[in-house]
């Protein structure tokens, strides 16, 4: 074989993809870079050098939206620095920002080439290609390129797949998003107008998907979806199909090891989902399950439906089915009219419960949503005070379940080289980070490890020698 013949017939274009929010969006951000991969694109992680720039962006909070447009401002210097240098950069706005604000991104922030939302990703190479010819406008006449459609046709088809080697270069684990949107309208979330209705993907496209992941070597598969379990994709003979019997589906293939799920609501936790947790190893005993106040009346003007508790019972109910489930939670403090005695409700619940982890938020308002036209909006302060004695009582949980874990051998997935020399990390079946010292052939399975201690953050391990019989 000649030089001539190994070398790309064109410079690959870099494109540099920088990802807000959830892990749906970092989902969504290594689907781009696939559907970019046979137009030339290969990822970097340099803005500076990158011909593309995408930003995939969040809505959930005003914080996270706020985030894109200083992010734009600092991206148009280096544009110039790298005109000055003779190349140039397009820059791209995805995700629910660019979903919910549209036409609003590029009046804004009239840098922009393209805004495109979630459900548009599979047309990307069509839209830099639009964008491409805007390039040569007069800059009173360029527009950008935009698509916040929601179209009839599945996305989801019409993405490539990444190479086997790049799946891998993307880790032990991945992530497979199931099912998108939310019909649950809880009063402050944006994500119903933001990722539309509900929408599951056909089971055997799942099944597809997951086999194609765990043939390039993936070991652990995380199924996302804003409301992951309530899932209802059709089977082949056109019957919906709930989270609990695709986990036992899943659960089918060889070769994976283990599964996991977010995010739940507690209304959509169904006996089929619990049976699932009884009976299948390697559905993960940890569940994210939020429930955002303990208040009832909270809980009723968040729109959840359901009270304190009934999610306690669900627990309990869970903890039946899987004695060792820990759980994790999403708390927001401050919502309108939250007074003290339904904060300290919040904080019942969150004892009653036990975290192993907790994801907080002060309420931040919405438009468009109706927790905005609510009177009674909470003083910064007040939420500021709240959430830290809520962070307070969590962190203490948190350090509590890690110090649980000592004396116990868990299974864990070694995924990496450690942070020091001589050693490797991975995760415990409770999502927890653990170390430990070893060899890096240990990479890629699960080995039985005995937790010997606690650092602020993850656990120290130590290898389990096999016994001899
Ligand atoms: N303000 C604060 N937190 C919010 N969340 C969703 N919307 C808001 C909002 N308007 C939190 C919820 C949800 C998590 C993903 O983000 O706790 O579960
Ligand atoms: Fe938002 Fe509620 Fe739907 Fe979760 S269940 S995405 S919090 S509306």
Same mark, same amino acid.
């Given at each position: 074989?000649?030089?001539?013949?190994?070398?790309?017939?064109?410079? @690959?274009?870099? =494109?540099?993809?920088?990802?807000?929010?959830? /892990?749906?969006?970092?989902y969504?951000?290594?689907?781009?870079?696939?559907?970019?991969?046979?137009?030339?694109?290969?990822?970097?992680?340099?803005?500076?050098?990158?011909d593309?720039?995408?930003?995939?962006?969040? $809505?959930?909070?005003?914080?996270?939206?706020?985030?894109?447009?200083?992010?734009?401002?600092?991206?148009?210097?280096? /544009?110039?620095?790298?005109?000055?240098?003779?190349?140039?950069?397009?820059? #791209?706005?995805?995700?629910? =920002?660019a !979903?919910?604000?549209?036409?609003?991104?590029?009046?804004?922030? @009239?840098?922009?080439?393209?805004?495109?939302?979630?459900?548009?990703?599979h047309r990307?190479?069509?839209?830099?290609?639009?964008?491409?010819?805007?390039?040569?406008m007069?800059?009173?006449?360029?527009?950008?390129?935009?698509?916040?459609?929601f179209?009839?046709?599945?996305?989801?088809?019409?993405? @490539?797949?990444?190479?086997?080697?790049?799946?891998?270069?993307?880790?032990?684990?991945?992530?497979?998003?199931?099912?998108?949107?939310?019909?649950?309208?809880?009063?402050?979330?944006?994500?119903?107008?933001t990722? #539309?209705?509900?929408?599951?993907r056909?089971?055997?496209?799942?099944l597809?998907?997951?086999?194609?992941?765990?043939?390039?070597?993936?070991?652990?598969?995380?199924?996302?979806?804003?409301?992951?379990?309530?899932?209802?994709?059709?089977?082949?003979?056109?019957?919906p199909?709930?989270?609990? !019997?695709?986990?036992?589906?899943?659960?089918?293939?060889?070769?994976l090891?283990?599964?996991r799920?977010?995010?739940?609501?507690?209304?959509?936790?169904?006996?089929?989902?619990?049976?699932?947790?009884?009976?299948?190893?390697?559905?993960?005993?940890?569940l $994210?399950?939020?429930?955002?106040? #303990?208040?009832?009346?909270?809980?009723?003007a968040?729109?959840?439906?359901?009270?304190?508790a009934?999610?306690?019972?669900?627990?309990?109910?869970?903890?039946?089915?899987?004695?060792?489930?820990a759980?994790?939670?999403?708390?927001?403090? #401050?919502?309108?009219?939250?007074t003290?005695?339904?904060?300290?409700d919040?904080?019942?619940?969150?004892?009653?419960?036990?975290?192993?982890?907790?994801y907080?938020?002060?309420?931040?308002t919405? @438009?468009?949503?109706?927790?905005?036209?609510?009177?009674?909006?909470?003083?910064?302060? *007040?939420?500021?005070?709240?959430?830290?004695?809520?962070?307070?009582? *969590?962190?203490?949980?948190?350090a509590?379940? $890690?110090?649980?874990c000592?004396?116990?051998?868990?299974? =864990?997935?070694?995924?990496?080289?450690?942070? /020091?020399?001589?050693?490797?990390?991975?995760?415990?079946?409770?999502?927890?980070?653990? $170390?430990?010292?070893?060899?890096?052939?240990?990479?890629?399975?699960?080995?039985?490890?005995?937790?010997?201690?606690?650092?602020?953050?993850?656990?120290?391990?130590?290898l389990?020698?096999?016994?001899?019989?």
């Amino acid at each position: 074989m000649t030089d001539m013949e190994t070398m790309p017939r064109t410079a @690959p274009k870099r =494109v540099f993809i920088k990802t807000y929010g959830c /892990q749906m969006n970092v989902y969504d951000s290594d689907r781009m870079a696939d559907a970019l991969a046979p137009h030339g694109y290969v990822p970097t992680q340099d803005a500076a050098e990158a011909d593309l720039v995408l930003l995939n962006t969040c $809505h959930i909070r005003e914080k996270a939206s706020e985030k894109v447009f200083s992010e734009l401002g600092r991206l148009k210097e280096i /544009q110039g620095e790298r005109r000055a240098m003779g190349a140039d950069m397009m820059i #791209g706005v995805a995700g629910c =920002v660019a !979903q919910a604000e549209g036409e609003e991104i590029a009046r804004r922030a @009239p840098v922009v080439d393209l805004v495109f939302g979630p459900q548009a990703y599979h047309r990307l190479p069509d839209m830099l290609e639009k964008a491409r010819g805007q390039r040569h406008m007069h800059p009173s006449l360029k527009k950008a390129v935009i698509d916040t459609d929601f179209p009839e046709e599945d996305k989801f088809a019409h993405l @490539p797949a990444a190479k086997k080697d790049v799946t891998l270069a993307r880790g032990l684990t991945a992530f497979l998003t199931v099912q998108e949107g939310c019909d649950k309208f809880c009063s402050f979330c944006v994500v119903p107008y933001t990722r #539309g209705a509900e929408v599951s993907r056909p089971v055997a496209q799942v099944l597809d998907e997951a086999r194609r992941l765990v043939d390039a070597g993936v070991k652990e598969i995380t199924l996302l979806g804003q409301n992951v379990n309530a899932y209802h994709g059709l089977d082949a003979a056109g019957r919906p199909v709930g989270l609990g !019997q695709l986990a036992f589906l899943l659960a089918e293939i060889a070769g994976l090891e283990r599964l996991r799920y977010t995010t739940s609501h507690p209304r959509d936790m169904d006996d089929a989902l619990i049976a699932a947790h009884r009976d299948l190893p390697l559905l993960m005993p940890y569940l $994210h399950l939020p429930v955002q106040s #303990g208040s009832d009346r909270i809980l009723k003007a968040m729109n959840r439906k359901h009270t304190a508790a009934e999610y306690l019972a669900l627990i309990d109910k869970i903890k039946k089915a899987r004695p060792d489930m820990a759980l994790s939670g999403d708390f927001i403090v #401050g919502f309108p009219g939250e007074t003290d005695q339904d904060f300290e409700d919040t904080l019942t619940i969150i004892r009653e419960t036990g975290y192993a982890s907790a994801y907080s938020f002060k309420y931040s308002t919405r @438009p468009g949503t109706p927790g905005a036209n609510l009177g009674d909006q909470i003083a910064e302060a *007040v939420k500021t005070e709240r959430l830290h004695r809520l962070q307070d009582l *969590v962190n203490q949980q948190t350090a509590d379940f $890690h110090a649980s874990c000592v004396g116990r051998t868990l299974p =864990v997935l070694i995924e990496r080289v450690g942070r /020091q020399p001589g050693q490797v990390g991975g995760r415990s079946p409770y999502l927890q980070a653990v $170390h430990l010292d070893g060899s890096p052939d240990l990479i890629g399975a699960i080995h039985e490890v005995e937790i010997i201690g606690t650092s602020t953050n993850s656990l120290v391990g130590r290898l389990q020698q096999a016994v001899a019989a």
